[in-house]
């Protein structure tokens, strides 16, 4: 329990170590969209990629939004050393955080804001037309005596001031604009809201009530600003409860179980627009009574918040701001085979549980003090250049072949145990594609531990699909190899093939 904690906690704090305030923050650290573009539609319905419009520096209409984004610290933009790595991705959006104390480190008034670094966060988004889920966070000490928790009820105003602000600023009207008039459409308010307190800190997850209040205040003012905005809820841990384990509360996480309810039951539900929580694989077995059918459970997890969101007559789209999974050799066990199997799987999943975006975290290697390498390329700096993992090169085989898929329906036979099998639909191809894969087959050691090394226990299974014949593609999509109606002796509009842990691609003729 203690190195669930900790992976939690070291994920968390270095986020924060990222940005110019939040040195301050904690150790623990579309969708419907009513922006410019067409709504949304349902997740497999999108219109194809095109190349956005450019002109004199100026981005006229921003990417075709798709479910595939990727998470970025700090400046953006072509002089950036990772630029190359993020245009070359196939990500059509970004998530980056901004502090509110950046802006306005003493109280003063939106003309003479600092607008600086928060321009420089968003440069992306005007020179690539990158849409971008920017994360408020780093709140001013004139204004509220922790960093990432409660603003006091008298300064609520000041905070709306600053949103409202904010999003004028990139709204893309011409009044009032950053340089180029680039537009973001998704504002998120703060990352993990749902943590307790550490230490002297304190977070809003033990203030649900505070949360709903301080969303009732900014609300009017952003959608004044800009009617077209998305208000996007904080994306919640959502797992490692401090109640997970009442015998042994040093054991437990930092997160609030029921800050989700204490929000939305003091009438939170009308002021936003998106739902948000973070996915990590740790956690998924929290999630199900049965692994070995359902993981990594990202879909499992979706259900139940957004069966929270339904006890109170709220339906919000969800989106997921953080999932990812390391390859390096640790606890959790790491590897690039287990880092390109979670691309793959969670990418699946997410389509599955009608998630319309979901953010890689992050795309590159933090470095330093956090131990796990997540990113979809290694850390970078201006003496070490970024060299692109194998997860890297899946994550573009889906933002590729995978743009425009809808959820069809999940094939189970009453013999599997541990198969994982979705079809898909690519509308734009007009084409059948399965994702299929097997989970461990002992969910007490899925990723080890110090006690028990990581043991590989996905197992090989044959399985028959309909179609008179498919392409079988392996996770960077080289063929495997061609099947036919009759592989297996039997001529009756369907093929067999061999699967294992590894996530494979099959397109299928019917």
């Not at 002089?79 to 003063?108: K, Q, Y």
Request: some cysteine; charged content about 20%; hydrophobic content about 40%.
């Amino acid at each position: 329990m203690e190195t669930r904690y900790g992976f939690r906690l070291q994920r968390s704090g270095t986020n924060r170590i990222l940005a110019l305030v939040l040195a301050l923050t904690l150790a623990i650290t579309a969708v419907a969209p009513a922006s410019a573009q067409e709504p949304a539609a349902e997740p497999g319905n999108e219109t194809p990629l095109y190349l956005p419009s450019i002109l004199d520096n100026k981005c006229y209409q921003l990417r075709t939004l798709s479910r595939y984004g990727v998470q970025l610290y700090g400046a953006t933009g072509e002089s950036t050393i990772l630029h190359n790595d993020l245009v070359a991705s196939g990500a059509s959006f970004i998530r980056n955080e901004i502090s509110w104390a950046g802006a306005e480190p003493t109280n003063t008034t939106p003309d003479k804001y600092n607008w600086a670094g928060i321009d420089s966060v968003a440069a992306v988004v005007g020179q690539g037309c990158y849409n971008m889920v920017m994360t408020i966070l780093g709140n001013p000490l004139w204004a509220a005596p922790d960093v990432e928790g409660v603003i006091p009820a008298e300064n609520l105003p000041e905070f709306a001031e600053f949103m409202g602000a904010l999003v004028e600023r990139y709204d893309g009207d011409g009044v009032d604009d950053a340089p180029g008039s680039p537009q973001i459409l998704y504002f998120e308010l703060y990352n993990e809201p749902d943590a307790g307190p550490a230490g002297s800190m304190q977070r809003w997850g033990e203030h649900g009530k505070e949360y709903a209040a301080m969303l009732k205040a900014i609300y009017p003012a952003m959608k004044a600003a800009n009617p077209k905005v998305n208000v996007v809820f904080g994306g919640i841990a959502y797992d490692f409860f401090t109640d997970t384990d009442p015998e042994n509360p040093a054991d437990n996480g930092p997160f609030v179980r029921k800050f989700l309810d204490d929000v939305l039951a003091n009438g939170a539900g009308p002021y936003f627009d998106i739902m948000n929580y973070h996915f990590y694989p740790l956690f998924g077995v929290n999630w199900t009574d049965d692994y070995l059918m359902d993981g990594p459970s990202l879909v499992k997890k979706t259900d139940a918040i957004r069966a929270v969101l339904q006890k109170y007559g709220v339906n919000k789209p969800i989106i997921i701001t953080e999932m990812g999974w390391h390859n390096n050799a640790m606890y959790p066990h790491g590897s690039d085979v287990l880092q390109v199997r979670m691309v793959v799987q969670l990418y699946a999943q997410s389509i599955v549980a009608g998630i319309p975006m979901s953010t890689w975290w992050p795309l590159s290697d933090i470095g330093g003090a956090y131990l796990q390498d997540s990113g979809l390329v290694t850390y970078a700096d201006e003496d070490t250049a970024p060299v692109r993992k194998p997860a890297y090169t899946v994550f573009q085989v889906l933002t590729r072949e995978l743009a425009n898929v809808r959820f069809v329906k999940r094939i189970v036979e009453k013999e599997w145990t541990n198969n994982v099998v979705y079809e898909f639909y690519d509308v734009a191809n007009q084409r059948t594609i399965y994702v299929a894969w097997t989970n461990p087959t002992d969910p007490t050691n899925i990723w080890g531990s110090k006690q028990r090394p990581y043991v590989d226990t996905t197992t090989a299974d044959n399985i028959r699909l309909d179609g008179t014949s498919a392409t079988v593609y392996d996770a960077f999509w080289q063929v495997k190899g061609t099947v036919v109606d009759g592989n297996d002796g039997r001529t009756d509009g369907r093929f067999q093939i061999a699967i294992n842990g590894d996530p494979v691609f099959i397109v299928a003729r019917k």
